[in-house]
Structure formats: structure tokens, C-alpha cells
């Protein structure tokens, strides 16, 4: 049996530039192709052609580094973005159309009949041009079940390898993703893309949903970044898939926590401490409770081995350490914990990791030490030392 693959097409280059207020330079676009290219990302979507030169041009130089990746470009259903999507040397096009009716009518002011007839008319235009050819069907959590299914026949017969259904404002759960899903993978035998955002945090959910209904390309975007709320993040998306389904997405795990924070600095958004699988704070403990059972058993309170992103678990000591986790740090710097001095000690470094709101440092630490044992009039003892072997 072959392990089951599902492809995640990055769109940091393009949706997630569509962030409020991000906006990477050349050298960043090239940098971050590079870099989502070595972390395994097998495509990415590099740009929008009819924003104009300098958007051509990044493309142009990202297709010229000739990345393992396929490089691909965003396109309204139109001859202009096509037209200047010829320019930009990618081999593949998202041609984007909207798929519900409410859409079609306000912006386009067209009917489902005419979004067919344009998808008959510009995919084998593309093709035609070289492109490989995906459609991007815009707003599809608010389309009709019956146009969707049309139109993925349509999109097939015209030749395009792919559907992307887009969740456009956000809107799907997790259950209705998969009943769109598996609506139009049963109706024809077209690759179908799921494309989330995240405005009720189900981004990544919703991804996995589609993925058990039959998709096999999901859109992602480095830290979640883009449009409004953003879109499922592709290191929530590649370590989900592998640690609950056993789906492998040919991501290089360990390179995604520093892909995280090279896109955190293009972007100027930094990585959120608790953000999942990249935060700096996602492996590290300091509750009393959890930190004295993970000193017996690390799994007792590790769901995922720090290991497999190339990360250490790290135990810190705060307001909510309790006895075990004093004693381990104060004996791994020589010192016997004194069961009388443990109330007293507890209440100072609460107080001190409230006043600094950060962690007690080791050095600190061992002074709260030494300040409630004079206070209570005890002498520091060091620890018995471990045997040498
Ligand atoms: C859901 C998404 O993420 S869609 C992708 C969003 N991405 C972007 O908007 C990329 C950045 N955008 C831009 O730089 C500009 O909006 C451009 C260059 C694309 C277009 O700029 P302008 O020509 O000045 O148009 P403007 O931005 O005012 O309006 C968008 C136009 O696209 C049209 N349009 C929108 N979707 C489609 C579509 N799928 N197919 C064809 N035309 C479309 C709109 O109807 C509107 O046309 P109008 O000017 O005739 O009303
Ligand atoms: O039509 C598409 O390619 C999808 C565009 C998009 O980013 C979205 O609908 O959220």
C-alpha cells in the first residue's frame, strides 16, 4: 500500500502578502521561495501577475531559480491576467473565478452560465500558452452544491488539473467542509484544493476535514499569515496530517520553525510565543503538576515530540512551579531543597514572577534560595553530589 500523500500548496507569496499591511520586497519574496522550497513545500504560489512589473518581475525571478516547487501564479478569470501572467516564466496559472451566485452577480454582474462559458473559454487559452492550469473557485462555501459539481465537470473537460474550493469569508466548520468536499470529489475525478480562512480559528480544521473527504491539495500559508484572520498554517497542516491521519506532506519539519521566523520578519508580525508547532513556548512547561509528572514520564503532559521540529522541551520556573520543579533546577546547580524552606521559597517566586511577569531564572532562583533560608535561619546545603562513574 503506498503511504498517502496530500499536497500543500504554499500562498505565503500571495495571500499571505494579502495580510493588512504586509508587503515583502523582492530580495524577501525570493528569500522566502528558497526557503519554503528547501522546508519541501512541493508548490508555490508566487504572486498576482496584474498587480503589475515589480510583481511580474519577483515572479520571474522566483520561477528563474528553478526550485524543486511548482511555481505557480495567481489569475483572475480574465485575458489581461493571463496576458500578464505570460511574462512572469511560471509554469502553472490559478485562474479565479467566484462560484456563488451572490458573488457572480455583485462583482461581476453575471450568472453561473457565463462563469461556465469563461472557464470553457480561458483554461484552454491558458493551456495553450503552456501553463499547467488550476481554477480557483472563489467562494464556494456559499455556492450551490449542484453548480460546484458542474462546475468541476466543466473544469475537467476544459482540461485544468485541479479545482481550488475556497472558504472565502471564513465560514465553514469542519462538518460542512466535508459535505462540499465530498459533494464534488464524487462528482468527478478532478484534484480538488481546499482553501480556508481563519476568521472562526478553523483554518486548519476545516483543512483536515477536507482532506478525510477526499481533497488532496490543501492551501496554506507560513504562521497562518493572510487575508483578515489569515489561512491555515502549513506547519499546523503538515505535522497534523502526519501525527493524526499518517499523512505525509514531503515537509521537512525541522525547517519550519526557522521558516516561521524568516516570514516573521519579512512580514513585521512576530511569531506569537503560544503559536502552535513554531511558538517559542509551545515545548516549554512550568506548571507544578505537569512539570513533576513529565520529570518521571515526558509523555504524561507531551503530545509531540519537540524532537521531530528539531526543538528541546524546556522546564521553566514561575508563579505556578511547584516543589518538584524547584528541587530539579536548585539540584542541578548542587544545592539540597530543605522541605521547611519550600512554603516560603514557592511564595517568593510567585511574588517575583508576578512583579517581573516573566520566568525566575536559575541565578534568581538560588538567590530566593539563599534569602529564605536566611530568613528562616537555615543553612544552605549542597546537594549530594552524583555518583561519578
Ligand atoms: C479572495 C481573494 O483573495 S481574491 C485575490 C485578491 N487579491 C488582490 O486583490 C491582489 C491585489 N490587487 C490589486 O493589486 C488590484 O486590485 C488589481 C491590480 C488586481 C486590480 O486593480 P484595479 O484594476 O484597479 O481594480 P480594483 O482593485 O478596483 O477592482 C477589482 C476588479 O477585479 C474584478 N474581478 C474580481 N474578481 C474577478 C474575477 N474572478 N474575474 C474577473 N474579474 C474579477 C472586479 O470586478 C473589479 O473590476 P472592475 O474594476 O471592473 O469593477
Ligand atoms: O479563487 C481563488 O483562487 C481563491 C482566492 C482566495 O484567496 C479566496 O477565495 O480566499
Known amino acids: 500500500m503506498t503511504t498517502p500523500f496530500v499536497h500543500l500548496n ?66 483572475r478569470m480574465s485575458e489581461a491576467d493571463l496576458q500578464a501572467a505570460r511574462f512572469t516564466g511560471a509554469g502553472a496559472v490559478n485562474l ?25 473559454r480561458l483554461v484552454p487559452m491558458a493551456l495553450d500558452s503552456g501553463f499547467e492550469v488550476a481554477v480557483g473557485g472563489e467562494d464556494a462555501s456559499r455556492a450551490d452544491l449542484d453548480h460546484l459539481a458542474r462546475v468541476a465537470e466543466t473544469v475537467a473537460q476544459a482540461g485544468a488539473f485541479r479545482l481550488r474550493l475556497a472558504d472565502t469569508v471564513g465560514i465553514l466548520d469542519p462538518f460542512s467542509t466535508m459535505t462540499m468536499v465530498e459533494r464534488v470529489v464524487s462528482a468527478s475525478g478532478l484534484a480538488i484544493e481546499f482553501h480556508g480562512h481563519d476568521d472562526l480559528g478553523l483554518a486548519t480544521a476545516n483543512s483536515l476535514a477536507a482532506v478525510r473527504a477526499g481533497a488532496r491539495h490543501i492551501s496554506v500559508t507560513v504562521g497562518g499569515i493572510g487575508e483578515r484572520a489569515g489561512n491555515a498554517a502549513l506547519e499546523e497542516m503538515a505535522v497534523a496530517l502526519q501525527r493524526l491521519d499518517g499523512i505525509q506532506t514531503g515537509i521537512a519539519f525541522k525547517q519550519l520553525t526557522p521558516l516561521a521566523e524568516r516570514v516573521a520578519r519579512a512580514s513585521g508580525r512576530p511569531v506569537p510565543a503560544g503559536k ?30 519537540p524532537g521531530l521540529l528539531g526543538r528541546r522541551h524546556k522546564i521553566v520556573v514561575g508563579k505556578h512551579s511547584g516543589r518538584a520543579s524547584l528541587e530539579n533546577v536548585l539540584e542541578a546547580r548542587g ?25 525566575v531564572e536559575p541565578d534568581d532562583l538560588e538567590q530566593l534560595l539563599i534569602e529564605a533560608m536566611a530568613f528562616l535561619d537555615l543553612e544552605v546545603e549542597a546537594a549530594t553530589p552524583p555518583p561519578v562513574h
Open 276 to 305: 502552535a508547532i513554531v511558538g517559542s513556548d509551545v515545548f516549554t512547561h512550568e506548571s507544578g503538576i505537569h512539570v513533576a509528572a513529565l520529570l518521571k514520564e515526558r509523555s504524561t503532559y507531551e503530545g509531540l515530540d
Open 96 to 120: 479565479s473565478i467566484p462560484m456563488s451566485d451572490g458573488m457572480l452577480a455583485a462583482k461581476l454582474g453575471i450568472d453561473r452560465n457565463e462563469a461556465l462559458a469563461r472557464i470553457r
Open 10 to 75: 504554499d500562498t505565503t507569496l500571495r495571500d499571505g502578502e494579502q495580510a493588512p499591511g504586509v508587503a515583502f520586497s523582492l530580495d524577501e519574496k525570493i528569500a522566502i521561495a528558497d526557503a519554503l522550497s528547501l522546508a519541501g513545500v512541493p508548490e508555490i504560489e508566487a504572486g498576482t501577475p496584474a498587480m503589475g512589473e515589480e510583481e511580474v518581475e519577483a515572479i520571474r525571478l522566483i520561477a528563474g531559480l528553478k526550485l524543486d516547487s511548482r511555481i505557480l501564479a495567481w489569475c
Open 335 to 359: 544545592h539540597k531543597l530543605e522541605p521547611a524552606v519550600v512554603p516560603l521559597l514557592t511564595m517568593l517566586v510567585r511574588h517575583q514572577a508576578t512583579i517581573m511577569k516573566a520566568p
